[in-house]
């Protein structure tokens, strides 16, 4: 299976024929429709739930669509290092394509504050990893600055090739409905996702691929909410660490995707987040990281305030769900999520009876 290099070429002009393909065969991730989560959610019935579930992507995030790209680019330019920051997945994409490419890669992360299951993959895969005692925001800028100076690739989402891939995931959207949707619900924590999006969107409406472009709502955390807030926040705080950012790199393409589609960029609280992150789980069998649950919360608080209520009764819409990375990167918040949690019995046919007896 090719990656989305090779199936979207001709929307991508960055790649060339002096471009090597760096891929792990990226992309093509699910799209799921979400009755029993769309009743949890709280839309009318006239508006189909569907979840882009990035966790599918070989590293486990969406972040492998924009790091194809920018490794690609980097060999292409005879880079050997590529360096990033990261709250977690993006390090576990560039470490592993650089591997892929044969080249170095240097991570840059918040210490302490970073999921289990990314840390474990930037290990494996072999990158330096390099633990500050800072915030996202503050590895970001060391890294602008080490890169601007130093003959090493930057691969975060400043790097705008990163954007150009990732828009890929609209286009898959559009592809698999046919059309694209009325609304695209999406977690924002850099931002650079939500501009990609309104990218992708935008293009394929523009060579006439989609009739429409959705209406693009972003969903923060409470405790990371510069652009709902409209400033910058010097010390972010959420459980949802992929979103704890406090000066978003594309906060301008995120106010652009917001205004010229018509939506809106809300924030949800840590108490929405785990309740919408629990039910996306038992509600459809998909588990995704804390973060992907922040624009599930949102649509619920939409849904609540009325949002949806003018919507022709009549007229079949659709609304997607960016789920952005997968579940198993944090298992830790699985387990401290399930307050019935494990239960020890006997290996005893009788006292593992008695457990069951609500099911009778
Ligand atoms: C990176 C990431 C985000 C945030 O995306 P931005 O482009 O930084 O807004 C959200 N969820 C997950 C799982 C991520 O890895």
Redesign the pocket.
Known sequence: MSGIIERYRPLLPDVTDATPVITLAEGSTPLIEAPRLARWIGVPPQLRVFLKFEGMNPTG???DRGMTMAVSKAVETGAKVVMCAS????SAAASAYAARAGIASVVLLPRGEVALGKLSQALIHGAQVLAIDGNFDDALNLVRDICATHPIALVN?VNPVRIEGQKTAAFEIVDALGDAPHFHAI????????TAYWRGYQEYHAAGRATRTPKMLGFQAFGAAPLVDGSRVHEPCTIAT??R?GN?A?WKGAIAARDQSGGLIHKVTDEQIVAAYAAVAANEGIFA?P??AAPVAGLKMLAENGYFKDLPTDEPATVTVTL??HGLKDPDRAIKTVASGIVEVAAQRDAILRQLDRFF
């Not at 709250?87 to 993006?90: A, D, K, S, V, Y």
């Not at 977690?187 to 939500?194: D, K």
């Open positions: 995030s969406f972040k709250t977690g997945n993006t989402s977690p924002v924590g850099n931002a650079g996702n939500i992929a979103i950012i978003p594309s990281e973060a992907c952005t990375g």
